[in-house]
């Protein structure tokens, strides 16, 4: 059984970066697609971006450009770097684990069905 920790959330100033951190624990985080979603009140849980086995990146159209998201497999750490953050970019922020292999980008998981652990959250509340 997989166990995900977000951490790295706080508020901050628009325009300002900040680096979330997903530590996995209880298997090795180089077996799965890791991906961040983020989420609102009252509204669903939205993909933000997706790293592959393999290292691949994909982001949603939102973010691309402004987010990185990494992985350490040595750390069984995966990273989002937020920069040139927005108002909208509030939320709090999940990080998940997807044990499946993908052949195509196009295939990538965006969905959160699609994950099989989660994080319990961190906040990223953006100011004006």
Do not use: H
């Not at 922020?93 to 969905?111: E, G, I, K, N, Q």
């Amino acid at each position: 059984q997989v166990q995900l920790v977000d951490s790295g959330g706080g508020s901050v100033q628009a325009g300002s970066s900040l680096t979330l951190s997903c530590a996995a624990s209880g298997g090795t985080s180089r077996r799965f697609v890791m991906g961040w979603f983020r989420q609102t009140p009252g509204k669903e849980r939205d993909f933000v971006a997706g790293i592959t086995q393999a290292g691949t990146e994909y982001y949603a159209d939102s973010v691309k450009g402004r987010f990185t998201i990494s992985r350490d497999n040595t750390k069984n750490t995966v990273y989002l770097q937020m920069n040139s953050v927005k108002p909208e970019d509030t939320a709090v922020y999940f990080c998940a684990a997807d044990s499946d292999y993908y052949t195509s980008v196009a295939a990538l998981p965006r969905a959160p069905r699609s994950y099989d652990y989660w994080g319990q959250g961190t906040q990223v509340t953006v100011s004006s």
